[in-house]
């Protein structure tokens, strides 16, 4: 069974950080593209950051010089290391495979359950 676990989330001041991570059983998180979605209620799912086969990253300009995106090869995990942290970042947070990154939600096969980070004085 082809599973993705997202995990580290949880309630943060504004300015914190927090270091989320996405984990896979079933298939191994090394040969496919990884990128991460969050959900704010009442609006649509967006991709911020995706991390490809070959390494290459790339972010969403909300989130550019704040988050950053990396692969654990040796534990088949991407984290998404999240600074400065805003009250406009609180969301489930989700993490997906694929075979290339992408914006669209469609373009991945797989996803995780969510973790939801609060950012909240």
């Known amino acids: 069974q082809l599973q993705l676990v997202e995990s580290g989330g949880g309630l943060v001041q504004p300015g914190g950080s927090l270091r989320l991570s996405c984990s896979a059983s079933?298939?191994?998180?090394?040969?496919?593209?990884v990128g991460w979605f969050r959900q704010a209620p009442g609006k649509e799912r967006e991709g911020i950051s995706c991390?490809?086969?070959?390494?290459?990253?790339n972010y969403a300009d909300s989130v550019k010089g704040r988050f950053t995106i990396s692969r654990d090869k040796a534990k088949s995990t991407v984290h998404l290391h999240m600074s400065n942290l805003k009250l406009e970042d609180t969301a489930v947070y989700y993490c997906?495979?694929?075979?290339?990154?992408?914006?669209?939600?469609?373009?991945?096969?797989?996803w995780g359950q969510g973790t939801q980070v609060t950012v909240s004085s």
């Open positions: 991390i490809d086969r070959a390494g290459e990253t």
């Open positions: 997906a495979a694929g075979v290339w990154c992408s914006d669209y939600t469609n373009e991945y096969e797989d």
């Open positions: 079933g298939f191994i998180l090394d040969y496919r593209a």
